[in-house]
């Protein structure tokens, strides 16, 4: 899919450096997991846009007041063929896997893990966090590693002064941690104006946290995703304010996305669902997602397939 709307405007008369083409991504809440459900704000996949380079899905949330909301209960739930990034600005958060990982998340810090061929996970805040605010991301892996073994990472980058600002880089740069297409993930704090070269075979989004801010001349509202196409060769940000600039060469792939497994076709999905159906009820004679060690809760049932065919996008 592409977009052509945003190039019916042309500027005249520009002093300052050529602005790059922005699309502004709205947010829609979302209900996400569990019985009790925490709203979210969600950017992608939207109908106009369902990837910025291998990103594939963009959960924004907070700061709530964890009194009010209860925070963060989800259940085991299981992925595939993707990565989840998860990455604070307050709280913690407590992660448990099916290849038996136990760590927390907190803010700074990333948490990265790749589903791979099949993984299960449950994310509970903890009992002292007051304040849950944060993104919850996936990156869609490329065919040629989908159906690579599960595993988990936890880095914790340097905060680095920028002119105008701090960044912090968790994915990419020089991130080690492992990627399977070429990634960028970065928070960055701005104290007034920023201003990045960017990788112009890569595309970008920028998530507005605290703003407004101005991204190469067009304002993003917090929660708001600015997009920002391959070819674009730098980003002038105007706060103050915090985001966080995902990017990554195009995919080149189409991807299909239903509840939390991402694939390629209908029948491989739903034969995603029926297994991960088949462990929930125990009645599996092989294992793909497995059990979380140490959560001891129920967990999540896969919601009904669609009765109409599920198709791929990107
Ligand atoms: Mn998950």
Same mark, same amino acid.
């Given at each position: ?65 964890? =009194?009010? !909301?209860?925070?963060?209960?989800? =259940? ?21 896997? !099916? ?22 996970? !449950? ?20 065919? !040629? ?138 009645? =599996? ?23 109409? =065919? ?5």
């Amino acid at each position: 899919m592409s977009n052509v709307e945003s190039t019916s405007q042309l500027m005249q008369c520009q002093t300052e450096a050529p602005k790059a083409q922005v699309e502004i991504l709205a947010p829609r809440d979302v209900p996400l997991g569990g019985l009790r459900a925490m709203p979210v704000r969600r950017t992608l996949p939207q109908r106009q846009r369902s990837l910025i380079g291998a990103w594939c899905f963009c959960d924004h949330y907070g700061p709530e007041d964890v =009194a009010v !909301s209860g925070g963060m209960h989800v =259940a085991p739930h299981p992925h595939t063929g993707l990565q989840t990034v998860s990455w604070l600005f307050s709280g913690e958060v407590e992660h448990r896997d !099916s290849v038996g990982s136990h760590a927390m998340v907190r803010p700074g810090e990333l948490n990265l893990m790749t589903a791979g061929r099949g993984i299960a996970h !449950s994310e509970v805040s903890t009992p002292s966090t007051t304040v849950l605010h944060g993104l919850q991301l996936w990156v869609a892996l490329p065919e !040629s590693a989908r159906f690579t073994e599960p595993t988990f990472e936890h880095y914790v980058p340097q905060p680095v002064s920028i002119p105008g600002g701090t960044m912090l880089t968790f994915l990419g740069g020089d991130s080690p941690v492992r990627t399977f297409t070429p990634l960028l993930g970065a928070e960055i704090r701005i104290d007034d104006a920023v201003e990045l070269p960017l990788d112009p075979s890569f595309e970008h989004g920028v998530l507005v946290d605290a703003g407004p801010v101005s991204v190469n001349g067009t304002d993003a509202a917090p929660s708001e995703l600015a997009y920002l196409p391959v070819g674009t060769e730098a980003v002038h940000l105007r706060g103050p304010g915090r985001v966080a600039l995902l990017g990554g060469a195009p995919l080149g792939e189409q991807i299909l996305m239903w509840w939390n497994f991402v694939g390629r076709t209908d029948a491989e999905v739903r034969e995603y669902r029926a297994q991960w159906q088949s462990e929930f009820e125990r009645t =599996a004679t092989a294992t793909q997602f497995g059990v979380v060690p140490g959560y001891t809760g129920a967990w999540i049932p896969a919601p009904e397939v669609p009765t109409t =065919a599920l198709r791929p996008r990107g």
